[in-house]
Structure formats: C-alpha cells, structure tokens
T-cell receptor, first 114, second 116 residues
Framework: GDSVTQMEGPVTLSEEAFLTINCTYT??????LFWYVQYPGEGLQLLLK?????DKGSNKGFEATYRKETTSFHLEKGSVQVSDSAVYFC?????????????FGKGTRLSVIA | GAVVSQHPSWVICKSGTSVKIECRSL??????MFWYRQFPKQSLMLMAT?????????EQGVEKDKFLINHASLTLSTLTVTSAHPEDSSFYIC????????????FGPGTRLTVT
C-alpha cells in the first residue's frame, strides 16, 4: 500500500538556520502531496501542497517540490524562526480530493532556539 | 478558516468503562469525517471513515465493535471506545471534509485517552 517516510526527529536548529526535512513516498497512482504542521496544543494545519509532478508548494517561507523521479517532497525553509517550532507531517492522498483519507509520515519535531 | 473541535481534549478512565469522544465542525458541514489514532512517535493511523447518515468504514484490523463511530449529523461525529483497556490509551484525532471540490481536510486538536 501507499506509504510516506520522513526523517526522524527531533531536529534542533538555531534561529535563521536553513531547514530541510526529507520526505519520500510510495504510491501506486499519482498522489497529491502535503505538508501539515502541528503547533503545540493545536490541530494539524495544512502548510502546503502539490498535486502533480514538478509542482512547488509554498507558504510562510516554506517550500516543497513534487519530484516524481525521486518520489520525494522535501520541506525547506531558508531561515527558521522560533515560532516555527512544531511537528511537521508529510502526507499523501491518492486522489486530489478531500474525501480521501491521508497517509501520514511519522512526523518530525522541529525545535528552533534563539 | 474552517474549525474542527474535539471534546474532551484529554480523558482518564478506568479499565472496562466506555469513553465517548466528540468531533464537531464548527463553521461548515462535514459530509465525511475521518478518525485517526496516533501512538507516541508514530504516524497517524486511519481508523475509520464516516459519512453522514451511513455506517462507518473501518480499516483492516480496527475492531468496529470496540470503536463505535456515529456520524448522525453534518457537524458531529462521535467515537466511543467501549470496554476500554490500557492498550487503548492513545491520541485520537479527527478530521473533516466539507464535500467541496477542494482537497483540504480540517483537523481537530486531538483527544488524549489514558486508560488505567
């Protein structure tokens, strides 16, 4: 079945450091790819998404590019802030429809220190 | 944006008792809701999909008689853990989809269940 693998955490960075969280996937079809973020005590929020190969999703300074050839969707940010401290989940769905359940990676906890 | 609430946010119960967790879409109607379970340092694992007015569809390995799901209205789904045991202790998260053409699901903040 479909699966998502993302790098183990926790990741600790100093403020203004460059962030990369790796994510690779296995899917039989052509999935849509997502990054969700969970801040302490809150629900998961959609951070960005890409629905087809070579699409780049971006939001709040975060970017991820849908790479079909490497089945990857790595999350990057050029300069992290303390407020970015959260757990980040990579996810996929088989169809570009919210009616489809998501398959999640294990999540990567990011801590940014001042 | 769309908001999904869960109640309670945490609950402690004794082994053998039942616990009900509510998931509400506050400002939209949710035709489909999903229930996930998250173990420490693990992925969110889909437990079941519930559509308003019909029976839930459970994932393989999830006991439907133990995890009762009801989606009686377009804004409320409930998960009842029956005869809870310590191994049922976990973080339960719901998400809701409005039935629109967009992809996005809206997640609740989760409910932490501890069975003693």
């Amino acid at each position: 079945g479909d699966s998502v693998t993302q790098m183990e955490g926790p990741v600790t960075l100093s403020e203004e450091a460059f962030l990369t969280i790796n994510c690779t996937y296995t899917a039989t079809g052509y999935p849509s790819l997502f990054w969700y973020v969970q801040y302490p005590g809150e629900g998961l929020q959609l951070l960005l998404k890409a629905t087809k190969a070579d699409d780049k999703g971006s939001n709040k300074g975060f970017e991820a590019t849908y790479r079909k050839e490497t089945t990857s969707f790595h999350l990057e940010k050029g300069s992290v802030q303390v407020s970015d401290s959260a757990v980040y989940f990579c996810a996929l769905s088989d169809r570009n429809s919210g009616n489809t359940p998501l398959v999640f990676g294990k999540g990567t906890r990011l801590s940014v220190i001042a | 944006g769309a908001v999904v609430s869960q109640h309670p946010s945490w609950v402690i119960c004794k082994s053998g008792t039942s616990v009900k967790i509510e998931c509400r879409s506050l400002d939209f109607q949710a035709t489909t809701m999903f229930w996930y379970r998250q173990f420490p340092k693990q992925s969110l694992m889909l437990m079941a999909t519930s559509n308003e007015g019909s029976k839930a569809t459970y994932e393989q390995g999830v006991e439907k008689d133990k995890f009762l799901i009801n989606h009686a209205s377009l804004t409320l789904s409930t998960l009842t853990v029956t005869s809870a045991h310590p191994e049922d202790s976990s973080f339960y998260i719901c998400s809701a989809h409005s039935g629109s053409a967009t992809y996005e699901q809206y997640f609740g903040p989760g409910t932490r269940l501890t069975v003693t």
